[in-house]
C-alpha cells in the first residue's frame, strides 16, 4: 500500500495510506448486528475474579448489620437501666429493630450470592 501525506491544515501534514477502490456491493455492512455490540454482546469468557470481588464487597453490609444488632441490644440494656418499668416496651422495640437488621442482613446475603454467580 502506497503512503501520501495530505494537509490538514496551514502548516500541518498527517501521514495517510492510501487504501485501494473497493466495490460497496462486494463489502461486509458498516452495522454491526445488535447481538455483538453494548449489552447485548456475548460474553467470550467468565471474569470470576470480579464477581467474588463484587460479593466480597457486598458481605461488608453484613459487618453494618451486625454491629447496628450489638447497638440496638447495647441500647435496650441502657435503656432498661435508666427505666427498668419499661422494660417490656423496649424489649418490643428491639425485637421489631431485630427484625429489620436481619432481613437487611438477609437481602444483603442474597446480593452478594447473586453477584457471586453471575456472569
Known amino acids: 500500500q502506497a503512503t501520501a501525506i495530505r494537509a490538514v491544515a496551514p502548516g500541518a501534514a498527517v501521514l495517510c495510506r492510501a487504501t485501494p477502490f ?3 456491493s462486494l463489502s461486509q455492512p458498516a452495522v454491526a448486528p ?3 455490540v453494548g449489552l447485548g454482546a456475548p460474553l467470550s469468557k467468565r471474569n ?3 464477581s467474588v470481588l463484587g460479593c466480597a464487597i457486598a458481605m461488608v453490609a ?3 448489620c451486625a454491629q447496628g444488632i ?3 441490644f447495647a441500647a435496650l440494656v441502657v ?3 435508666r427505666n427498668p418499668s419499661m422494660k ?3 424489649f418490643t422495640y428491639t425485637l421489631i429493630g431485630m427484625g429489620f437488621l436481619e432481613f437487611l442482613a438477609i437481602v444483603v446475603i442474597l ?3 447473586l453477584l457471586l454467580y453471575s456472569e
Do not use: H, P, T
Open 111 to 113: 446480593i452478594a450470592g
Open 22 to 24: 473497493v466495490d460497496a
Open 79 to 81: 435503656g432498661m437501666a
Open 34 to 36: 445488535l447481538a455483538s
Open 70 to 72: 450489638g447497638q440496638l
Open 88 to 90: 417490656e416496651d423496649l
Open 48 to 50: 470470576a475474579g470480579v
Open 62 to 64: 453484613v459487618g453494618g
